[in-house]
Structure formats: structure tokens, C-alpha cells
């Protein structure tokens, strides 16, 4: 396995491999991997030649300061789990934050057709202007052929899927399914600062998910969320920051339910201070 910290070894790596007619696959990431991660690894490895996987905890992107310090750094023990998959066909780049961003630190401004005032928007300021920075910055380093990201960030995705559109990037972004514990919680790099008390009550956050998406069937979506709310207030350990019943497509909230529209229902939890996301589709 090949490692990078510099972007212009990187790029020229690749215009060697693309000169021999390899296709490009692209997971970006900020590290911790766990098997969400290589989910992805492993979906860009079936329809591509190589997978690059970076690995950066892009600071932003981060609304809370204190989250960003506390963010793992892990890539030994990232690198080591990505060999688990496949060695020769991976190429990590791993780059320091002067590699990305010189000496100016600060988020390019964008505009995603108001995707990004909705949910996560109104809850993180300049967060997606942060997203949309990194991803961009990073699709221009690796040129990929299709870049892979989960649906655990399912707002991010549709913001990515934007981005390319409007920008006239030349990459495929492919959404894939949320990888889940047994128990049902999304995999998470932030899962693992969780306290044991934590960790046991927080697949209660998909339990509650499912239950909201079968009572959707026959109720309105005010019904499906003040019933949301009363059950987090029964659970001492969580604290629900928001549930919103969306659009797929538009991402706003929905006021009267149309058989001619998809929905999912989307939900932020707080474990202590360390912050949950989930969502699930509805119809």
C-alpha cells in the first residue's frame, strides 16, 4: 500500500495509472475507519481499478472546536485495517493541513440551491461550506472516475451530488447504504468515545427510526414527530437536538404528506457532548 502526504506526488501517481487505462475510485474520509468505511472501500474496489482513500480531519468543517481536537487520529491503525481489504489496489493519502490549504485556513463559500440552510445547516453554521471545500479540493487532487460516500450522511451526499453538478466536476458520486452494528446503530468514528452507558442506549436512536417510519404509514408527519420527541424525553442518556421528516429530493421539511413524493426522516441525538446522526427512508 502506497501513502501520500504530499497532493503533487499524489496527482502525478495517478496521471501514471490513468495513462494505463486504470479507473479511479475515491473514499474521502477523516480517519477512525471502522467497517462503515471499509464498506465503501470495498464497493469502489468492485467497479474500479484502484481505490484512493484519504484520510483528514478537515477542520472546516467543524462548527465546535472542542470536537475537532477530540476528532481521532488513527492512521496506523487505519492504514493497518485498509490492508485487511486489499494492499496493492488501495492508495492512501494522507495530507497535512498545509498540503490542503496552504497558509489560509477558511472554507470556500458555496451555494447548493438551499440544501445546505436545512437540518445539519441550521444546526452547524459554515459547516457545509467547510464539505464543500475539502470535497472539492480533493476531487481535483485525485481526478477520480467515482467517489464513494454513505448515507449516514445522507444531507452531505445530496450537498456532494450538488456540488458536482454545479461545478461541472467530472466524477460519478454514488450513495451507499448505511452500514449498522448489530444492534442497529450507524457506524460512526464518534462511536467510539461513547461511555459503555452510552454506547448501550444509543442503538434506541435507530430502534426509535423504525418505529417512526411504520407509524408514517397511517399518521401525519406532525403526529410521527411530536411522538419522536416524547420518546426521547422518557430516555435520560440521549438528547434529541432534532428529528425532521424531509423531502428526499429538496430536503425541506414536509408539511402535508403527497403519494407523489419520496421522504426520509432525519434525526441528530446528543450522547453526553459527542453528536449522532442518522436517518432513514420513509416510503
Known sequence: MIIFHNKSKLSHHIDELKAKGNSIGFVPTMGALHNGHLSLVKKGLSQNDIVVVSIFVNPTQFDNKEDLEKYPRT????????????????????????????????SQKFTFNGLEHEMEGAFRDGHFDGVGTIVKRLFEIVQPNAAYFGEKDFQQLQIIKKLVELHKIPVKIIGCAIHRAKDGL?????????????????????????????????????????????????????DLEYFIIADKTTLKPVKRKSTKKIYRAFIAVYAGDIRLIDNIALN
Do not use: H
Open 186 to 238: 450507524a457506524m460512526s468514528s464518534r462511536n467510539t468515545r461513547l461511555t459503555k452507558e452510552q454506547r448501550d442506549v444509543a442503538p434506541f436512536i435507530y430502534k426509535t427510526l423504525k418505529t417512526a417510519k411504520a407509524k408514517f404509514g397511517t399518521k401525519s408527519a406532525k403526529y410521527v414527530t411530536e411522538w419522536v420527541e416524547k420518546q426521547f424525553k422518557k430516555e435520560p442518556l440521549l
Open 75 to 106: 492512521l496506523d491503525a487505519d492504514t493497518a485495517l485498509l490492508k485487511t481489504v486489499c494492499d496493492k489496489k488501495i492508495i492512501v493519502y494522507a495530507p497535512t493541513i498545509k498540503d490542503i490549504y496552504q497558509d489560509a485556513i477558511e
